[in-house]
C-alpha cells in the first residue's frame, strides 16, 4: 500500500482526470497515477483491441527533439549514432525507426523511436529512463544538437483493427501512412504528431499533441462506437502475445540487443564490415556477438498445460536437475489465444523452436516449449 503522501507525489498525465471519470483503476507506474483497467475489466479492454481499436494513455513516455546547432538534419543524425546502434542517417524524413541507447558494457539503456521530422529528430523513450535518457544526451551531444524536452505534450495511441478508419474520419492523410510513417498532421483541427506505430502487434497510431488539447481530442475519439479506453494491464497482456520487449523486464543495462534477439533491429552499416560500423558505445562486445553469437538468446515459451507461467520463474533443462539454464522475463495469460505465454532467457543452444524446458511454478515443474514470436499474428500496415 502506498502511503498518503506517495499517492500525492504520483505524477499525473493530462488526461488523468478523464480516467478517473471513466472509473479507471488507478494504480502507481513509473512514476504516475495510471490505470491499470477500466469497469469491462482487463480480459475485454485487451479483445475489444484485437477486434476493434482501443485507446491508451501513454503521456507517461518522454518526448525529446534533436534540433541540429548547424541546421542539417543529417548531422543530427550522425551525433545520434555515437549513443545507438541503429542506422539513424538512413532513416528519410517523415519515417520512424526502433533503437536502443547502449552502455559501455554493450548492455541495453533504454530503447526509443526516433523520428526524422524533417529539420529535427523527435524521440519517444520510456517513462522510468527518461531523466536518465535526457541527461545521456545532454553529456554526449550537446555540442552538435539543442536537446529540448517536450514536457508540455501528451501522448496517446489508438490501436487495433478499426484504428484506420476512426481516424480517417479526423485526419484525411491517416489511410495514406504506412507503418512506421510519423509527421505533423492535424487530427480534428488540432496539431499533432502522428506515427503509423503502436506497442500491442495490431495496426494503429501514436499521436503526440499538446497538453492542453489532450482530453478534447481523447474525448472525440472515445465518441467513435468502435473506440474502448484501454489500461496498463491490456497493453501489457497485448504486448506480451505480440512479443515485444518492456524495458526493465525483457530487456535491461545486463543485456545486449543479440541476447535480446534485436539483431534485425541493427542495420547492416552499423555492423562488421558496415559503412559506418561500431562507433557506439559497446560496439565491440554487440559486434562480438554478431559475428561469434551470443550465449544466451531471448526466446517465446509456450506452456503444455492450462497454468501461467510468471516474470520470475526459473527454468531448467529437465523435470530433475538442480541448476537452472535461464529465467522467465515476462509471463501471462494471452487473452488472444486463451493460453499462457511467457518470454525468457535460455542458452543459445536450447533456444531452438520446438525445444522442451521445465519452469518452476509454485515448487512444481511445468513443461515449457521453445515457441515463435509474435505468439499472434502482426498487423502491420506495410
Request: hydrophobic content about 40%; some cysteine; proline content about 5%.
Amino acid at each position: 500500500m502506498l502511503s498518503r503522501d506517495d499517492q500525492y507525489s504520483l505524477k499525473k498525465t493530462p488526461l488523468h482526470g478523464l480516467h478517473v471519470s471513466l472509473g479507471g483503476k488507478m494504480v502507481p507506474f513509473a512514476g504516475y497515477d495510471m490505470p491499470v483497467q477500466y469497469p469491462a475489466g482487463v480480459l475485454k479492454e485487451h479483445l475489444h483491441t484485437r477486434s476493434a481499436a482501443g485507446l491508451f494513455d501513454v503521456s507517461h513516455m518522454g518526448q525529446l527533439a534533436l534540433r541540429p546547432k548547424s541546421g542539417r538534419i543529417g548531422d543530427a543524425a550522425r551525433a545520434l549514432e555515437r549513443l545507438v546502434p541503429q542506422d539513424i542517417v538512413a532513416i528519410a524524413p517523415g519515417r520512424q525507426r526502433y533503437a536502443q541507447f547502449t552502455g559501455a558494457d554493450g548492455g541495453i539503456l533504454d530503447d526509443l523511436m526516433v523520428a526524422n521530422f524533417g529539420d529535427h529528430l523527435f524521440l519517444v523513450v520510456n517513462a522510468a529512463c527518461k531523466e536518465a535518457d535526457e541527461a545521456h544526451l545532454r553529456a554526449h551531444l550537446s555540442d552538435d544538437c539543442i536537446i529540448d524536452s517536450l514536457t508540455e505534450r501528451a501522448l496517446i495511441a489508438l490501436q487495433g483493427p478499426k484504428a484506420e478508419a476512426v481516424l480517417a474520419k479526423l485526419c484525411a492523410e491517416a489511410p495514406a501512412m504506412k507503418f512506421m510513417d510519423a509527421g505533423p498532421h492535424k487530427v480534428a483541427g488540432i496539431a499533432c504528431f502522428v506515427s503509423r506505430s503502436g506497442y500491442t502487434g495490431e495496426d494503429g497510431f501514436e499521436i503526440s499533441v499538446s497538453a492542453g488539447d489532450a482530453e478534447r481530442l481523447a474525448k472525440i475519439l472515445l465518441e467513435d462506437p468502435d473506440v474502448r479506453p484501454i489500461g496498463l494491464g491490456a497493453r501489457d497482456s497485448l504486448r506480451l502475445e505480440a512479443g515485444l520487449c518492456l524495458y526493465g523486464h525483457d530487456i535491461d543495462t545486463a543485456t545486449t540487443p543479440v541476447e535480446a534477439s534485436l539483431e534485425w533491429s541493427v542495420q547492416k552499416s552499423r555492423r562488421t564490415g558496415g559503412t559506418r560500423a561500431g562507433g557506439f558505445p559497446g560496439a565491440e562486445k554487440i559486434l562480438a556477438h554478431f559475428d561469434q553469437g551470443a550465449s544466451r538468446r531471448r526466446v517465446g515459451l509456450r506452456t503444455e498445460g492450462r497454468a501461467p507461467v510468471r516474470e520470475g520463474a526459473l527454468l531448467f533443462a529437465d523435470a530433475t536437475s538442480v541448476e537452472p539454464v535461464g529465467k522467465v522475463t515476462s509471463g501471462g495469460f494471452g487473452p488472444s489465444l486463451n493460453a499462457p505465454v511467457a518470454m525468457g532467457y535460455v542458452p543459445t543452444s536450447q533456444s531452438a523452436l520446438g525445444i522442451k524446458l521445465f519452469a518452476q511454478v509454485r515448487g512444481q515443474r511445468l513443461a515449457v516449449q521453445v515457441a515463435a514470436m509474435p505468439f499472434v499474428k502482426n498487423t502491420y500496415k506495410r
